[in-house]
């Protein structure tokens, strides 16, 4: 068996934990605890390492046919199965906590996977193939049938006890295999719940009450948001993605929900992204303003400031565990054998050790974003931080580093963490006056305009005829784009404008898409969004308009989008869902909206 493409998957949430289904009714991925906590199914990552399949013995035959989405503003799935005996549907959802409305949607998840099955038409044979392996694979669990029709998975620091609404479950070795009919009218309810070995009991719900609170929870939650901007539907379910990669008990956006999705099938620019990036902060900031509320931004912040902590010499990390964890150390999972066979797999990410000079002027364009609906909450804590971020910038911005990127061979002098560093400085003087006695925005000011003047004179390549990646070197880099959406020069500028043509020109694909560099095998959708801003920026709505929706007609068939997509098959690539590119489509939107308005 092959890997399902990566587009094959829907996301389910419940702001604790996510996990990928596909078209075929398999769960192949889910991390129950949290985000970034070992899986229980890996099938994603090793054809071998765990699922739970739950579709009509037809799937994939003649006479099959799948339609499937989300519940409207959820993260509740229905897929519909016609086959040639019948149709059924299947309604999958990480359960949210009875009762929970609003801003509670996340706080107390009970970590249980519900699948509704209903009969819609004939008497359709279905397959239920139950397979759990903990610890990313490596653990086989013993299972055990129960007095009241369960299965006990036990292994390890693992409990998951398999319920399936009085269907007669047996034990077939290392895994539970049924096969049941479904008549037209006919529903069955089944959860899996997870629980820790040694602590509480896996939670107990009935799926068909847990299915509808758990839409009735998503609903609420999307009442309170609201969008009047171009594009409302796909800025909405953009939104409705990142709120389900929201780790609630924080605030925390996690980059994506998985790990080790391959850049390039085969190849091994593979990485954990089940973590949260101080870089994205802006960016994320932006979105959540537009296309959620305040509060949202607010809780995002604070965990980045509690994260932080007090500002020292060294470099602020670019990336923290969700619960703020700093040391997110690099493992690789030999025994894994890799999405495509990409290898190797990882879990935790040694990006976290790079200087990355970029990372403050995320921080503190958040913050000045943030200074008037934060009011009073500008406290020690928060000028504290800011003035640290500040000074380490004007103590370290004329240094090399590893880039946006986060290159892992030579450190340069990378045009957008130069950028970012300009930032800092000229953030840093508009909140002044919010920092108290020890702001210093007259020294900032010239720090500012020192860097300014450094990129602007080594940044620009006479002989490329554009802002590059890095000082002295001739390779085009779509971060450059970075210019005018940090507001660094006008899209205007003819140099600026030179770039964002260079940048279309030799960076760009038929597709729309537009790689980082020129050796990058796919396009980045980030990228892409950031030139959608640029046009806007530069007085080209329609071709940005344009741009725009061929970027987003790369989303799969229930609007997720990964990080990247190849510009010649389409196939979408790297890890999934992907905040930044749902973040970049809501920004551009709103660009598309309200130019000025950022």
Known sequence: MAHPAISEYAYLSDCRSGALVTRDG???????DRFD??????????????????????????????????????????TVHHTPEGSVAVTDALAAEPGARGHELGMNSPAVLVRVVEGLSGRVPMALDFRPRPEYGLLTPYLHEEADGSVLADAGPVLLVLRAGGLPLRVDGDRVRHDFEMSAGQVVGLD?????????????????????????????????HRYEGEYPDLVRRSATVLTGLTYARSGAVAAAATT??????????????????????????????????????????????????RVGSEPVPVLFGLEGERDVSEHECRYLTGYAGSRPVR?????????????????????????????????LELREMVLGLTEQVAATWHLPDQGMWETRDAERHYLSSKVLCWVTMDRAVQLAPRLGERADPRRWAGIRDEIRSTVL??????????????????????????????????????????TIEAVQRDLGTDSGLVRRWRTDPAGF????????????????????????????????????????????????LGNTPQALSHIGLINAAWRLTDPADF
């Open 192 to 224: 899996l719940a997870y629980g820790r070995a040694y602590g509480s009991p896996p939670a107990r719900l009935d799926p068909v009450t847990a299915v509808a609170e758990t839409v009735r929870a998503w609903e609420a939650f999307r009442e309170t």
């Open 347 to 379: 879990t935790g990410n040694d990006a976290w050790r790079q200087r990355q000079l970029d990372v403050p002027g995320e921080v503190v364009a958040a913050v000045w974003r943030l200074r008037d609906h934060l009011g009073d909450r500008f406290d």
């Open 525 to 572: 959708l980030l990228c892409s969004f950031w030139l959608v801003e640029c046009l806007v920026l530069a007085g080209e709505r329609a071709r940005a308009r344009a741009l725009f929706e061929r970027v987003v007609g790369h989303a799969n068939d229930v609007g997720l989008l990964s990080e990247q997509v190849d510009p010649v098959t389409g196939a979408q």
């Open 37 to 78: 906590t070992p899986s229980v199914f890996s099938r994603l990552l090793d054809l071998e390492a765990g699922h739970w399949r739950l579709a009509p013995v037809a799937t994939g035959r003649p006479g099959h046919r799948v339609e499937r989405a989300y519940l409207p503003d959820t993260l509740v799935l229905r």
């Open 457 to 498: 004179r080594e940044g620009f390549d006479e002989r490329v005829g554009a802002y590059t990646g890095a000082f002295g070197s001739p390779e085009l880099d779509a971060s450059a784009l970075l210019l005018p959406v940090m507001r660094f020069l006008p899209a205007t500028d003819p140099r600026m404008r030179a």
């Open 260 to 309: 080790s999705l391959p850049e390039l099938p085969g190849g091994d620019r593979n990485y954990d992204y089940r973590y949260s990036w101080l870089r994205d902060f802006a960016m994320t900031m932006r979105a959540l303003w537009v296309a959620a509320c305040p509060s949202e931004a607010s809780r995002l912040f604070a965990w980045a400031a509690r994260s932080i902590g």
């Open 26 to 32: 398999s769960v192949d991925w889910w991390c129950p």
